[in-house]
């Protein structure tokens, strides 16, 4: 099991930008795909981005292709996702988590462990 701690999201104005952290703990976080996922109020979570094991391959949801990075240092234990040209629909709870399995990484289904979720928050 893998425990999950993000940080990094607060209260931003249209446009600006945003680094997510989740820093995980546990001896094998190298070995799992990870992905981070938001749920705005009454909404279901949604995929933003994932990546896999190595860092070598990454996924975006189309809401956010072309604003969103994600990234991994294993040797740090974190992935992070840099969210720019930030506008009010991305504002959510932002959760990331890690997989269980390396296929089909945009459904939550393909993940165990979650953690507490950052809010991120963006103004007109």
Do not use: H
Not at 33 to 56: C, D, L
Not at 76 to 104: F, G, I
């Amino acid at each position: 099991q893998v425990q999950l701690v993000e940080s990094g999201g607060g209260l931003v104005q249209a446009g600006g930008s945003l680094r997510l952290s989740c820093a995980a703990s546990g001896r094998f976080f190298s070995n799992y795909a990870m992905g981070w996922f938001r749920q705005a109020p009454g909404k279901e979570r949604e995929f933003v981005a994932a990546i896999s094991w190595s860092g070598g391959n990454t996924y975006y949801a189309d809401s956010v292709k072309g604003r969103a990075t994600i990234s991994r240092d294993n040797a740090k234990n974190t992935v992070y996702l840099q969210m720019n040209s930030l506008k009010p629909e991305d504002t959510a709870v932002y959760y990331c988590a890690s997989a269980s399995r390396s296929s089909r990484l945009w459904e939550v289904g393909a993940y165990r462990d979650w953690g507490q979720g950052t809010q991120v928050t963006v103004s007109s």
